[in-house]
């Protein structure tokens, strides 16, 4: 199976081209893929496919196998790849996701992505609290109470402001919190501190991955809960462990802007 492996802000992905629609993973051979000692190494792996409905098809799957409706950093290095393959030919094009219509534009050696609207319905994030918003609520582990705000940005993300992101127990916390029972399907968990209304640092306990140096949905949800909470206002600078991303709102559409880039090309037997 040939493959290439990109990254956006260190977050790595496997990208297969089966236009032909003639590959099928399962759960162990995508994890095993995905493994940074027996396979390529990745945080994730996506297949690009035709689609009937929009420029072109991304199906996207997690370091452990299970499928996901989208990934930010991971869209981004999917647009970069199928326009640089010349599998699609126009820099802004649609991608068709588990997660709805994405809207990519290449500009020079960045992507810029229309994420279109966050969802703050418990329901469809989901979180089992009766509440039509999920804004300052607390949960408790290990007897502490952590406050915190979901929203679902084509996946869940839950939001936790701290004052030192550097000192705080985020490899403790952050796989107790994605299985806290207040999520039924686990949760993306961002860990965030405010420098001020213009810049934010943040890291993300990623859902069945762990601890990523970058996460677009996640830096999409994180600013989309302060401009809530009217701590920035409609465009911020977000400083991730891989570097830097830009999220800005028109509207309410989301739109994210950040690089891509391909690491290496190679051919694998599955």
Known sequence: MKFVKMQGLGNDFIIVNDMEEKISLIKEQIR???????????DGLMLVRPSKIYDIKMLFYNQDGTEAAMCGNGVRCFAKFVYDKKIVKKNQFDIETK?????PEIIDDKVQVNMGRADFNPQNIPVDIEKNKIMNEILSINGKNIVFSSVLVGVPHTIIEVENLE?????DLGPLIEKHRFFPFGTNVNFVEALDSKEIKMVTWERGVGLTLACGTGACAVATIMREKEKIKDRVLIHLPGGDLVIKFVNEDIFMLGPA???YKGEINI
């Open 32 to 42: 095993l893929l995905c493994d940074r000692h027996f396979g390529i190494g990745a």
């Open 99 to 103: 997660a709805g219509k994405i809207s």
């Open 167 to 171: 000192r705080y127990p985020v490899k």
């Open 261 to 263: 880039k391909q690491v």
